[in-house]
Every structure is written in structure tokens, then in C-alpha cells.
């Protein structure tokens, strides 16, 4: 089935510091989503994008919508110890069908 | 608001056992809801759509014998593995969509639940 491809996997960082991660795929998407999941939980949703070139914020999370449809990033300010987790990106394919990236797991030192 | 459990959060039961998953929208009308499965480490996956009232619709490679879902009301779906085997052990999450479409047919996912087949 279509795939989202996601990076980095992993990232260990030090508290206070950025974070980025993108996500891309083969075929457009309507409707980007960025959600966080924590260890024996289901996935939260931080942002999401409807526009191509829409770039929206959460707070220290910023995301991207890419022009061509195919990608989007997000951006994580200043890291604080509670981002720790797991964050995927999903787009909408058709009116509700989400494909889920591979997710990256996010590590903070402090 | 907008807030979806499941039940049981975790279970463990024998090979060959048929294990029962309910899923609920507590404060909202949900006409359709959706089963993923994640397995360590890994993405999830949807495994099907339900939609209220209506027979769900399972995505290629999953056997919709195996996984029997039932949406019964518009407030609660369940999923059942039968004749479970240890391959099935992996954490299934559900997730809604509100009645009204919510804001571009937005889903809320439930906190899952970890089943473990021995």
C-alpha cells in the first residue's frame, strides 16, 4: 500500500535544543497530519495542514504543508523533556483514509 | 471533548481464543470509526473502516473472517480476533469520526489496546 516516508527515525537531542523531521511520499495529499504518540497510547494530533505552502503553528511546533503536496515537515522549538516520544505524519488519501509515515522517535537529554 | 476509549487496555489469552475489542466516542456521535494495528516499533496500519449500521470495509491483506467488526450503534464499534495466535499479539487502536464531519472529517484515536496471544 502507499507509504509515507519519514525522517530521521530517531533523534536524541539535548534539551533547549530544535528538532526537525520531514515526511515524503510519491503521491499528493490533500490533508497533512502531524499526531504524537507516547508509549502505550494512541496517537494525538498537533497540527494539521490543509493548503498547499500552509504553514501552521502549535505553540513551539511549527509545520509545513510543501507546494507540491508531496511533503511536509515539522519544526519543534526549543525542546523541553515532555516532547519526548513518538511523532508521525499522516496524510488524508480521499476523504478518510490516513496513511501513517514511519514515525520518529524523539529522545531528550537533559 | 472528543474523547474515544477502549476496552479492555490490554489482555493476554491463550492460542486459539477469541478476544473481544470495544471501541467508544463517549462525548460524540461517531458515523464512522477505523481499526489500526501497530506492532512493536512500527507505524500503524489500518486495518478496516465501520461504518454505523453498515458491513465494514477491511483493507487488502487483512481477513475480515479473522477480525470481525461490528458497529452497532453510533457510539460504539468492536473488534474481535478469533481463533487468535500469537502473530496476532500487537497493540490495536481505534479511532472515530464525528457525526457533524467534524472539521475535515478529523478522527480522534483511542488509547489502544495491547493484546498478547500465547
Known amino acids: 500500500g502507499q507509504q509515507l516516508n519519514q525522517s530521521p527515525q530517531s533523534m536524541f537531542i539535548q534539551e533547549g535544543e530544535d528538532v526537525s523531521m520531514n515526511c515524503t511520499s510519491s503521491?499528493?495529499?490533500?490533508?497533512w497530519l502531524w499526531y504524537k504518540q507516547e508509549p502505550g497510547e494512541g496517537p494525538v494530533l498537533l497540527i494539521a495542514l490543509y493548503k498547499a505552502g500552509e504553514l501552521t503553528s502549535n505553540g513551539r511546533l511549527t509545520a509545513q504543508f510543501g507546494i507540491t503536496r508531496k511533503d511536509s515537515f515539522l519544526n519543534i522549538s526549543a525542546s523541553i523533556p515532555s516532547d519526548v516520544g513518538i511523532y508521525f505524519c499522516a496524510g488524508l488519501q480521499g476523504a478518510q483514509k490516513l496513511v501513517f509515515g514511519q514515525g520518529t522517535r524523539l529522545t531528550i537529554n537533559p | 471533548g472528543a474523547v474515544v476509549s477502549q476496552h479492555p487496555s490490554w489482555v493476554i489469552c491463550k492460542s486459539g481464543t477469541s478476544v473481544k475489542i470495544e471501541c467508544r466516542s463517549l462525548d460524540f456521535q461517531a458515523t464512522t470509526m477505523f481499526w489500526y494495528r501497530q506492532f512493536p516499533k512500527q507505524s500503524l496500519m489500518l486495518m478496516a473502516t465501520s461504518n454505523e449500521g453498515s458491513k465494514a470495509t477491511y483493507e487488502q491483506g487483512v481477513e475480515k473472517d479473522k477480525f470481525l467488526i461490528n458497529h452497532a450503534s453510533l457510539t460504539l464499534s468492536t473488534l474481535t480476533v478469533t481463533s487468535a495466535h500469537p502473530e496476532d499479539s500487537s497493540f490495536y487502536i481505534c479511532?472515530?469520526?464525528?457525526?457533524?464531519?467534524?472539521?475535515?472529517?478529523?478522527?480522534?484515536f483511542g488509547p489502544g489496546t495491547r493484546l498478547t496471544v500465547l
Open positions: 479511532s472515530a469520526s464525528p457525526l457533524a464531519g467534524g472539521f475535515h472529517n478529523e478522527q480522534f
Open positions: 503521491s499528493i495529499f490533500n490533508t
